[in-house]
């Protein structure tokens, strides 16, 4: 399985942009970069995934690096309701490690 | 609305006893993994199966043990409950191709 490297901890003041960063320097060419969240007393909810481009949904932006080692989730606007762990999945098996922990003010 | 409902969800059993946690998928969503997540850690995978047949597994021992049924529900089944089985249990499905997964809001399950 790749190896994920995740800050355990941001912050960030509502209406302000985040830059979540993640390093996956052994991502095997073919699998699929996810991101999920995990609001407290919730199960993980799907953010946003990539292969090579930079991906935008709804929710959020995709950043990937163009060694597809490293990607980076951008929320444009946090608001409170941000606030969870946001994990970084460089596989296709969806296998979590520990997370970014997120915490955003008023 | 997420489209996974687990249940129950919460359930005190004690050391040694069996447990069976149910699962149920939206319509279409043939692949189902499970999860468990200890307190403060990230979800830790136990297996996945697709069109009924068990598909990867992660590092659990055998008394885990899971069924997925035509209806896409499925159940996990642990035997010989342990106190370090304590966690919460999560339920992911997904359709054939897609690659997001809906989780359920989980099982608490406590073992005293």
């Known amino acids: 399985d790749a190896k994920t490297t995740q800050p355990n901890s941001m912050e960030s003041n509502e209406e302000e942009p985040v830059h979540l960063p993640c390093n996956h320097s052994?991502?095997?060419?073919?699998?699929?970069i996810h991101w999920y969240r995990q609001l407290p007393s919730q199960g993980p909810e799907y953010v946003i995934h990539?292969?090579?481009s930079n991906v935008n949904n709804r929710m959020a932006s995709l950043a990937i690096a163009e060694d597809r080692k490293s990607s980076t989730l951008i929320l444009h606007r946090a608001t409170l309701r941000d606030a969870a762990v946001y994990y970084c999945?460089?596989?296709?098996?969806?296998?979590f490690g520990t997370g970014t922990r997120l915490q955003v003010f008023p | 609305e997420t489209g996974v409902t687990q249940s129950p969800t919460h359930l005190i059993k004690t050391r040694g006893q069996q447990v069976t946690l149910r699962c149920s998928s939206q319509s279409g969503h043939n692949t189902v993994s499970w999860y468990q997540q200890a307190l403060g850690q990230g979800p830790q995978f136990i297996f996945q199966?697709?069109?009924?047949?068990?598909?990867g597994r992660g590092n659990f021992p055998p008394r885990f043990s899971g069924l997925q049924f035509p209806n896409y529900s499925s159940e996990l089944n642990v035997n010989a409950l342990e106190l370090d089985d304590s966690a919460l249990y999560l339920c992911?499905?997904?359709?054939?191709?897609?690659?997001?997964?809906?989780f359920g809001s989980g099982t608490r399950l406590t073992v005293v």
């Open positions: 999945i460089p596989s296709d098996k969806l296998i």
């Open positions: 992911a499905s997904s359709p054939q191709g897609a690659r997001g997964y809906t």
């Open positions: 199966y697709y069109r009924e047949e068990e598909n």
């Open positions: 990539g292969l090579t």
């Open positions: 052994t991502i095997s060419g073919t699998d699929y």
